[in-house]
């Protein structure tokens, strides 16, 4: 029978690795195999840098279930030395244009209480502006992975978090 589709999705560091699988898809002329991405709260600042006012929420969110110095760790420990600053297989937030046009459907979900919540918006915007069908949600009153994590704590929340990961891959069978 195969694989009918393929959704690549991670959530933090494993939407890193999902949108960075998707950019690599196209430079190594595999993009015919990814139907889809579905990343979230990817984390894809290059956190060894300080933190940016581009992202408030670096700011706002620092503290509420993961804080900066944690990430920064983190990001030093995926990117030791920081010689892969603007590579975009490392941080996807670096993509181009040139990069991200002609990358197949994309969702982007993030946590309103979460350090990467801005950046994973950026990452959004700039997806539509290289002409990406792409879409984002924002899970209202979560921290970091708060909707796939806590599952016991917010059924309801867990639940549509589920039902659009199902959404958004059926949608992906009736585009062309």
Known sequence: MGISQLVLSGESGGGNLALATCLNAKRINKLHLVDGVYAMCP?????????????????????????????????????????????????????????????????????????FRDEGLRYYRNLLTAGVRASSRTVNGTCHSGDVNFPAAAPDIFAATLSDIYGFTRSLSTTE
């Open 43 to 115: 984390m894809i600042f290059n956190a060894n840098n300080n933190k940016s006012p581009e992202y408030p929420s670096q700011i706002e969110n620092d503290g509420y279930f993961i804080n900066y110095p944690t990430i920064q760790l983190c990001a030093s420990l995926y990117d030791p030395g920081n010689t892969e600053a603007e590579n975009p297989l490392c941080w996807p937030i670096t993509a181009s244009k040139e990069d991200l046009s002609g990358l197949p459907p994309h969702m982007i979900s993030v946590n309103e209480m979460d350090i």
